[in-house]
């Protein structure tokens, strides 16, 4: 994760080995100019920020991949006929695993009804993604991760095992527990490049 990290700072995690960058905000990825690094450095460029409708078609034009992503736009996207207008982007289903009010993103009870629905914009997804709450405890975060793991088989046996491979959970504070749970992608900005960038770009 690499918001709010200038550019030299990301070039030393790639030339440490870092294949997949995710950012939070479009105008800072777009100032940051870290599409650039797709070309240069073969990198993955993530968004995994909040969707606004307005933002959909930048967001697509410039990312490889939107792990934040929202039955709105999913929806919407799934209506879209022209698929090169879409590059070859990866869509990840946002899971609000902590059922959080404030937060957007579907619950797993929610999702679970959707795929028995057969909703055809499911078929847009290559995986799901989790941000558990942050004063959740370990205990309460494997029952998270534990839940929303579940989830993802079922949506892989129901989807196409070949479609749904991306299980997004765990940052630096608990990526250990998330892998023991099932994640396949980690999510870790603090624990690469120490607390909070001093020069915020
Ligand atoms: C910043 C961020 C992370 C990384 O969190 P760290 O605690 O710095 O590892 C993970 N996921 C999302 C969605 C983020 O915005």
Redesign the pocket.
Known sequence: ?T?TQPLPRILEAIDAGATEI?E?YLQEAIRKDVFALRESHGVTVRY?GRLQSNKYNAILRVFDAVD?ADPEFLERLHCVQDRVARRACTFLLEVNAGEESQKGGLTVPQIRELAAAGTPWLHEISGLMT?VPLQATMQMRARMYQSVSVLFSELASDLGSSHVTLLSMG???DFELAIEHGSNMI?????IFGPCSPSQV
Do not use: W, Y
């Not at 999510?187 to 624990?191: I, N, Q």
């Open positions: 994760m918001k995710g939070n995994i934040s941000v940052t630096s504070d999510r870790v900005g603090m624990g």
